[in-house]
Structure formats: structure tokens, C-alpha cells
């Protein structure tokens, strides 16, 4: 069985994975967990930082493209199965980071 440092070793370094596989929200649980041993690692609290500025990001990018989203849908008409939407055809109101945006 793996002692007390081995667990939060692996924690550690599966909080790093986790960092760069663009998960921050669990790479921040496992590396907060290791911080209870580790309080002294300089790197661990910057990694913890970066999974703390990644959530932020993350947050604001779904939020942008919610905003851009809500902006290309003019209205939705009728109901049931005769539901319509119209779009936005006057596409130079769209901000131009909407432009950028590949997912709608």
C-alpha cells in the first residue's frame, strides 16, 4: 500500500495532467489536496494559481460565446412543430470577437 507521500506525490502530479489536459476545476481539487503536504512548494501554489486563472478563462469564453449565440437568434416564432427561428442577417452589429467564434 502507497504511504501518506506517495498519495499526495500522485495527486500532485495527476493535478498537473489534469492542468494540461484543460481541465483547471479538477486539476485545482487534486492539487489543493496535495497543498496539505506540500504547503511549501513554490510551483504547487503557482500551479494552483494558473488552475484558478484557467477556471476564470473558461468561464468568460462560455459566457462569450453564450452572448454572441444569443445575438445571431433575431427571434423564435410559431410553436410546436411550425417553431421557427429567425436569424440575424445584419451582421455588421455582431461584435467582431462573435466573428471569431467557430462553435455556433
Partial sequence: MYSINHHYQILYNYGIV???AGQPKAAFNCLSQAATV???NPRLWLRIAECAIGVVKQSQENE???NC???TVKAIVGSGIYRKTILNTNFQNHPKK???VKDL
Fill in 69 to 71: 449565440k444569443s445575438s
Fill in 18 to 20: 489534469l492542468l494540461h
Fill in 98 to 100: 462573435c466573428r471569431l
Fill in 38 to 40: 506540500y504547503s511549501r
Fill in 64 to 66: 462569450q460565446i453564450q
